[in-house]
Each structure stands twice: as C-alpha cells, then as structure tokens.
C-alpha cells in the first residue's frame, strides 16, 4: 500500500484574515498579524493552514470578489509580508494553502472592465454575455444566490452578463480556454512563491456559457423554508448554471491538476462543492487526474444535526471513498453558523456543556478518514454572536435578508486573544470592522492555550496523540458508523492496529480503544 499523502489526513486550521489578528490598528486583520500569530497555530499540533482570499478586492463579498490574484488586497498587507508569513509557517511545519476563486471575480478586476466595453475587445467572451429576449428582459428566470436576478445589464454592449452571487460578481466563461490559461498562469504564480495547496471556492457553480438558457420551472408544492434560497420558488431547479458536472469544471480541474502536479512536493486541490452528492462527486470531481479531495458540506449543515442525522451524514459521505476520492470534513466555516452553535439547540444542551461538545465533534470529525477543516475559534469553543445590529451587519447575503435571515457575520466576528486588551487584543484600533464579541473575552486565544483542560490543550493533546495512532494515520479504512442513539462508534483500522474510536453525546466524550 503507498503510503499517505500529508493532505490525506491533514488537520487543516482555516484562517479568516479579515478577522484573524490586525497588526497596523486599522481595525481589519492582516498578513503581518497571521504571521505573529503562527506560533499559536503550530503549537496546536495542526498540519496546514488554510486562508480565506487576501487577493486585491473591493470587498464587496470580503475576498471572494478578486480584481488581482496576484495581488494582495492593501488593507492585508503586500507581497513582501505574504513571503514572510510563508517563510515562517514552513520554518514551524506548517504546511499553507490559499483560497482561489475560480468561478467568478470582480467586476472591478481588468478582464471585466474590458469584456463590458464591447463586443469586440479581447476579453469579450470572457464573461457570460447574452442578448436580451424580444421584450428586453432577461435570457432567463435564474435567480443569484445572494438574492435578486443571476443577470445584469450592461448597457455599452446592450447585453446581460451572469452572475451566480453579487451583480458584482460576474461569471467568468469556462467555455473560453483563454479564461483556464489565465486562471492556471495564477496557479503558477502560487506555487512558485511556495504555497501547498489550494481551497478552490464554488467548484460547482463554474460553468460555461452554453445556449439555449432555459428557464427554471415553477416548483408546484413550494413552500418557503428558514434560508433565503428556501424563499425562492424558482431558485436552482433544472437549467440554471449550478448544476454538477459540467465539462467546463472537469476540463477547469484537469488543467489546474496538471500544474499541481508539475511542481515537487504533493500540491494539494481541495475543492469547495455545495449541494454535492459526495458519491458523484468523488466519481467525478476526484477521479484520476483531477482534484485530489472535495471539501464534503455533509456536516456543515446550517441547522445542526441531531445524533442520528450525523450518523447519516457520516455513512453518506464515507461512502463516496473509493480508490480516487478523498474528502474533507468541516463542522465550521466563514459561511455557517459555528458548530458550537448550531448543535446545543438540537440537542437539548445548555452553553455549560459547549466546551465538552465542541472537544467531541473536534475528535470526531479529526477520526473520520479522510483530512479535516477546523475554523479558527472552534479550538476556543466559541459560538456565534446573535446580537450584531442590523446597522454594523457587513455580509451582503444577511443584509440582503435581515432581519428574516441574518447572513454570515455572526461567525465572523474577530478572534480575542487577551480578554483584558482592548480590543480583545485583536486591533488597537478604536472600531474593527466587526464588533469584537464580549462573549468570546472568557475563551481568548492567548489564555487558552495556557489554561490545563481548556478546549485548546486537549484538542492539541488528542492531535499528537493521534499521530501515534497507525491506524488514523497509515491507512484509509474505517467500518459502517453504528452504536446507540446518542452515540457514535466506527473502527479505523491499519495493518497493524484496529481502533474503536466511539463519541458518547450523552456524556460528551470520546474514547478510543485498541481492540
Ligand atoms: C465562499 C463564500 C462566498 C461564495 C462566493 C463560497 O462558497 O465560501 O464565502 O461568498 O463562495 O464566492
């Protein structure tokens, strides 16, 4: 058997840079203020980091609106700083990855503002550009996810252009090769000042602008549901753009793997697929010569998940493993509510008990085969902060929504490293760009992380433990997930060992027995 590749069982530490830690007191964290808080990473034990975009961007969707990806966005710092934030995670062996956004960009990066002139320029069939219908109304009922129509008009080419989030967002055309070159010189550009991997953002909603665009059709037993695209009769049925598995997103994943595989040291494709059946994702997104890992939303479910419905969530993705497939697990993210959150309603539980609960599900998705993304917080057990007024909400998505939906930035809030700094420690600035949450002072990062038994300390411990374990780490193999209602039990199992890893949600604990 090969043996594994680090990304196979890779704990992955996903850092939020706006959010992280602000070194130059203007309120929004930075590359200098990662890099001083490196040390609490690698002390962690975790193997990579991952970082949300830093690219040049208005911010309209907070970096995943990129007008340069090879740039740095000037409030995060400059090239200088990501070398020397690279060059420091390597030195702590700390593997790191950035997040490229494939699908779309700015409307204010250079290939946008080109395509919108004409019919004519270089880059007109850059972007997804159609003609209105007789009446002068869209080429469709497609609506975006963020809210309104999935068209924009443009006025200079008389023409509606796609976009599957903001107006400001538009679509870039995989139909077009010169758009794959474009974006795989960006990956080289990457690699070559020695990034490890990649996190591909929105893999499935790349697409290539293929007529005739049909309408979605009415939903007839519509019903409206807690989240806005549940609010949406028309929302992603049967044409619109997001669908799986188009050849522009396979030909877009071969060409990127071909690069990463041109460089020395196991590159790592990770790539974001919401909504994904994991079995036809593994089958087709991972097959050979393609991603090496989808980034599973099994668990990342918005409402939390009850005993059994994680047991499903389970089964259903580990069955996508087969000879090419690899997954990645997450309970928390930039996009959802924290996990901390999500799961003490469902479960009947009191915030005491958030601590005993976050440790568990950190064990448990750490045990699944497969690599794991913690969001940066969850080793503090922090839950979200409900009590953003609507006039400092940032996300467009909540602001769109509010009050009936309140968006993503109840997980966004800064990170507190000192509960007795201003600021939490996070910036001396007066005002940061999300409030600071009181909430979080009594789980700074700092104190943490000298305090025995505090989330920290044990998901640390349990990390080096686990890699003693051959059978975590030497071999892809894990049984059907079983055990009573309010438990979880699977083996893991190597050559040499078989381990019977159970997560009691009654107790809250996890135990691990070599059988
Ligand atoms: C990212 C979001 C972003 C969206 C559009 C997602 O999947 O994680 O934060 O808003 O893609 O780029």
């Known amino acids: 058997m090969a043996p594994l590749k680090w990304w196979e069982t890779a704990t992955i530490y996903q850092i939020y840079p706006r959010s992280f830690q602000d070194s130059n007191g203007d309120g929004i964290g930075d590359l200098p203020g990662i890099t001083s808080r490196l040390d609490y990473i690698a002390n962690l034990g975790v193997d990579a980091i991952w970082i949300s975009p830093f690219f040049k961007s208005p911010q309209k969707d907070f970096g995943y609106d990129v007008s340069d990806y090879c740039d740095i966005n000037p409030e995060y710092g400059t090239l200088a700083d990501f070398d020397e934030?690279?060059?420091k995670a390597h030195e702590l062996g700390l593997k790191l990855m950035i997040d490229i956004v494939p699908a779309h960009c700015s409307d204010q990066h250079a290939w946008f503002q080109?395509?919108?002139q004409s019919r004519d320029n270089p880059k007109a069939d850059w972007f997804h550009w159609v003609d209105p219908l007789d009446d002068g109304s869209a080429p469709t009922n497609w609506l975006s996810f963020f809210g309104g129509r999935a068209w924009s008009w443009e006025p200079r080419r008389q023409q509606y252009y796609l976009h599957n989030f903001l107006a400001s967002q538009p679509n870039l055309n995989h139909a077009n090769p010169a758009v794959r070159d474009a974006l795989t010189d960006v990956a080289r550009f990457w690699f070559d000042r020695g990034v490890d991997g990649f996190r591909l953002?929105?893999?499935h909603t790349i697409n290539a602008d293929e007529a005739p665009y049909q309408d979605n059709k009415p939903n007839l037993n519509f019903v409206p549901g807690p989240m806005p695209q549940d609010q949406q009769p028309f929302f992603r049925q049967l044409h619109d753009s997001a669908q799986l598995n188009q050849p522009a997103i396979q030909q877009f994943s071969e060409a990127f793997r071909a690069v990463a595989d041109s460089y020395e040291g196991d590159k790592f494709l990770m790539g974001e697929l919401h909504g994904d059946d994991p079995i036809l994702a593994s089958q087709t997104f991972t097959a050979p010569g393609r991603l090496h890992a989808?980034?599973?939303?099994?668990?990342?479910?918005?409402?939390?998940?009850?005993?059994a419905g994680l047991k499903e969530a389970i089964t259903k993705a580990i069955g996508a493993f087969n000879e090419t497939g690899r997954l990645t697990f997450a309970f928390s993210n930039h996009d959802v509510p924290r996990v901390a959150t999500r799961q003490l309603a469902p479960l009947g539980l009191t915030e005491d008990q958030q601590e005993a609960m976050q440790l568990l599900l950190l064990k448990l998705e750490i045990s699944l085969i497969g690599s794991t993304c913690i969001f940066q917080?969850?080793?503090?057990?922090?839950?979200?902060?409900?009590?953003?007024?609507i006039d400092q909400m940032q996300d467009p998505w909540g602001i769109e929504f509010a009050p009936i939906f309140l968006g993503r930035d109840t997980c966004r809030t800064p990170m507190v490293w000192d509960s007795k700094a201003p600021q939490g420690g996070f910036s001396d600035a007066n005002q940061t760009w999300l409030p600071v949450a009181e909430a979080h002072k009594k789980r700074a990062g700092l104190e943490e992380a000298g305090r025995d038994g505090s989330v920290y300390q044990d998901l640390a411990a349990f990390l080096a433990w686990r890699k003693t374990q051959p059978a975590m780490m030497t071999a892809n193999q894990m049984t059907e997930v079983t055990g009573g209602e309010t438990e979880l039990v699977f083996d893991r199992i190597s050559e040499t060992q078989t381990l019977r890893c159970r997560f009691d949600f009654e107790n809250l604990t996890a135990s691990f027995e070599e059988i």
Do not use: K
């Open 85 to 87: 934030m690279i060059a």
């Open 114 to 116: 080109e395509s919108r």
């Open 201 to 203: 953002d929105a893999v």
């Open 294 to 307: 989808t980034y599973n939303f099994n668990l990342l479910e918005w409402g939390g998940l009850s005993v």
């Open 377 to 389: 917080g969850e080793e503090l057990a922090c839950a979200d902060i409900q009590d953003i007024p």
